[in-house]
Structures are given as C-alpha cells and as structure tokens.
C-alpha cells in the first residue's frame, strides 16, 4: 500500500499571506496526486487534480506541483474562506490513500 | 448538475450490518466509478472501495472481507454494506463520483453530503 505524508500538519498563517503545504508518497505515484479542502462538518472538495490541474470553479489562488513522490500545493494571498484543512490523495494504485491532512489556522 | 445524496439509519448495533445507499441525481450514473469514503470523528479519510457502473468493484484490504458495494442502474444509486460492525466503525460515511482513469481527472470530483453512522448498542 501506498503511504501518503503530509507536512506540516497544522500551520497558522494571516489574511494575505502565502502557505505551502508537502505530500510525499512512499513511492512513486506519478503524477497521480490529488489535493482536497474540507471545512468543519462539510464534505471534501476537489482543489487540484493530476498533481497541478485547477479543478473547475477554484480560484487561481491555489496552484499544485511535482511528481513522483513529492508534492506541494500552495495557497497565494490567502483569503478568510481557506482557512480549512487540506488533504492530498493519491489515485496511482488502489487501496487509495490519502495524507492524515493539515489544518490551516488563522494567526 | 450531478448531485450525490446518502441515506440510510444513523446508530447500528455491534456485529449488525450497516446499509447506505447514495442517490445520484442530475446524471447517469454510466462512465464513472462509485465510490465509499468514511472519516471517523476528528479522524482523516479512508477510502472504502469503488464499484465501477459496469458492475465491477474494488475494496480496500483492510475491509474487504466485510465490504459490498452494489449498483442498481435503473434507480440511479449505488449502495454500502458493511458486516459486522464495530465501534470502530463509527464514521462520517460519503459518496463519492470518480471518472475514468484514463479521463486526467481521474479524483473523487464529486461528493454527497455525507452521513453519521455510529455503531453502538
């Protein structure tokens, strides 16, 4: 099975700031690497898939990298609403897996 | 625009068997794969399995030996069931749409709600 880690995995940051967030996987995955934000009491949503593909209607602001085994996605001038917690999921090969999540804090 | 709703009981007795179904509304539930993800309280997410609409499925090891997961194409919902439950499976429970793997988007793209099941007597 593939293992996903997620660093940090909790990070404060202010209203305007930029934040990156890491996933590496326990092996190559490709570009199979997909990033998810979940709000308290809410479903996840799709941010970036296939590693830096902007899902459809998610601001520009949020931009994905990498390949293989290292990732980032990275959230410019961060506004009140993302404040959230963040998950990366690889879809190389089943059981899918996904980062234990950071958590994203207003300072 | 597709939307996926869970239903099903929210408290199930240990070693008793936990159903859900998702309904899929807006679209076809051919194409795609239907999947199961669960999210124990101020927990991380898991996924279940999938079941792809041609009748094929895929779970995870860890649940394999207790997990089911059915298609009925002429009502649009997919269904979960889960034997023999523990408290350990108390969970947020969603739905979730995959499209193809050779689609690039291939990501739960889209999700019900989700639904509490807590397993206790």
């Known amino acids: 099975d593939i293992q996903m880690t997620q660093s940090p995995s909790s990070l404060s940051a202010s209203v305007g700031d930029s934040v990156t967030i890491t996933c590496r996987a326990s092996?190559?995955?490709?570009?199979?690497l997909n990033w998810y934000q979940q709000k308290p009491g809410k479903a996840p949503k799709l941010l970036i898939y296939?590693?830096?593909s902007l899902q459809s209607g998610v601001p520009s602001r949020f931009s994905g990298s990498g390949s293989g085994t290292d990732f980032t996605l990275t959230i410019s001038s961060l506004q009140p609403e993302d404040f959230a917690t963040y998950y990366c999921?690889?879809?190389?090969?089943?059981?899918?897996?996904f980062g234990q999540g950071t958590k994203l804090e207003i300072k | 625009q597709v939307q996926l709703q869970e239903s099903g009981p929210g408290l199930v007795k240990p070693s008793e068997t936990l159903s859900l179904t998702c309904t899929v509304s807006?679209?076809?539930?051919?194409?795609?794969?239907w999947t199961w993800i669960r999210q124990p309280p101020g927990k991380g997410l898991e996924w279940i399995g999938y079941?792809?609409?041609?009748?094929?499925?895929n779970y995870n090891p860890s649940l394999k030996s207790r997990v089911t997961i059915s298609v009925d194409t002429s009502k649009t919902q997919f269904s979960l069931k889960l034997s023999s439950v523990t408290a350990a499976d108390t969970a947020v429970y969603y739905c979730?749409?995959?499209?193809?793997?050779?689609?690039?988007?291939?990501?739960?793209?889209?999700w019900g709600q989700g639904t509490m099941v807590t397993v206790s007597s």
């Open positions: 296939a590693a830096s």
């Open positions: 092996q190559s995955i490709s570009g199979y």
């Open positions: 079941m792809y609409h041609s009748g094929s499925t």
């Open positions: 807006g679209g076809s539930i051919s194409t795609y794969y």
């Open positions: 999921q690889q879809s190389y090969s089943t059981p899918y897996s």
């Open positions: 979730a749409r995959v499209p193809p793997r050779d689609s690039k988007s291939y990501a739960f793209d889209i």
